[in-house]
């Protein structure tokens, strides 16, 4: 079956570059920029990969990040990560990253910019994966400085095709977000945002109705409001759900209660994704197959979930 999975030919629509760092690659690019890791080997990051809730996998997420300094380390993240799509069958990803992440350390805009958008130009061309890049705002931080990051952005507007949100997301609605959206909008780009991971209904509803967006990152919770779940299956708005992520981070506590299929099967348009696959225990094949394992996920299911993914690209 995993075979067949893979071989499905799939978009992944909810994938933070970030979030693709292998342990491998992470002390190899320390090694490379002479840094010092809390961490004495592979083995003992990786034993660190064990959280309670969202908050707890940021704070690893952050930590490890530190090591990408180069324009040329994160072509290699990115090159790593298109790598596995070509591997999986992923014949469109349309990845986030989080320029915060590391202006906040000091790296200019531009080298994380150019490193990503090169490889995955390069991807396009060597390996017949198209894209559409997603800048993502951390949704801790002010939205006056996301309006400064967006200012960074703009002389590479074309670079990207939306913006985004993530990061801690209780504590830190949509609504705070709702200028420097307009803003993105003015400037022709589509909007997405995580909410419904951790967070209640409202916020779906605020990002839905403030920030305009075409789909909807994680919403799972979305089940709870009966209200919502119907304008959701009667608008057609995409859900990127990521099944690891989910039971790693405790939203769902076993694989056996994920709801994705149950929304599925009422109509929503769900899709399948990783998230932060070197974190999670997987890419996209892994999360098929997880669904497969522990919800008994038929094939004709699958092919449904692959096709929702086609049709949810922002670029077509
Ligand atoms: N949720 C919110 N922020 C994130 C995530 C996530 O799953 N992954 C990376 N940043
Ligand atoms: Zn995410």
């Known amino acids: 079956m995993y075979d067949w999975l893979n071989a499905l030919p799939k978009a992944e629509l909810h994938l933070h570059l970030e979030g693709s760092l292998e342990p491998e690659l992470l002390f190899a690019l320390a090694e490379r920029n002479k840094i010092k890791l809390p961490w004495n080997d ?27 300094r180069t324009e040329q380390d ?25 320029p915060q992440t590391h202006t906040d ?9 150019r490193g990503i958008k090169q490889a995955l130009v390069d991807g396009e061309k060597q390996l017949g994966i198209s894209h559409g890049l997603i800048l993502s705002f951390l949704r ?6 996301a309006f400064k990051t967006f200012e960074q ?12 949100l993530d990061s801690s997301e209780m504590g830190h609605p949509p609504r705070k977000f709702q200028r420097v959206f307009d803003k993105a909008r003015s400037e022709g780009l ?3 945002a995580h909410a419904g991971e951790e967070g209640p209904p409202e916020y779906i509803w605020e990002a839905l109705d403030l920030l305009k967006i075409q789909r909807i990152d994680h919403g ?24 690891l992520s989910n039971t790693k ?55 449904r979930l692959a096709q929702n993914s086609l049709d949810a690209r922002l670029v077509q």
């Open 74 to 98: 994160f072509y290699d993240l990115t090159w790593a990560y298109l790598q596995k799509c070509k591997a999986q069958n992923v014949i469109h990803t349309e990845p986030f990253f989080d």
């Open 153 to 164: 952005a703009m002389p590479f507007r074309d670079a990207f095709i939306a913006v985004g």
């Open 220 to 243: 799972v919770r979305a089940i709870e409001d009966e209200r919502l779940m119907q304008r959701i299956i009667d608008e057609q708005i995409p859900l990127t759900v990521c099944p």
């Open 105 to 113: 350390r000091g790296i200019p805009f531009e080298v994380v910019l």
């Open 190 to 192: 589509l909007t997405v």
């Open 140 to 145: 801790h931080l002010s939205e006056e400085e």
């Open 249 to 303: 981070l405790c939203v769902f506590d076993d694989m056996r209660q994920h709801n994705i299929l149950q929304m599925l099967e009422r109509g929503v348009k769900v899709t399948v994704n990783s998230d932060d696959p070197a974190y999670f225990g997987g890419y996209v094949t892994e999360n098929f197959a997880a669904l497969y394992d522990s919800l008994g996920m038929t094939q004709e299911q699958a092919k």
């Open 42 to 68: 592979v083995e003992a990051l990786r034993s660190a990969y064990a959280f309670n809730n969202l908050q707890e996998f940021l704070d690893l997420y952050y930590a490890g990040a530190d090591v990408l």
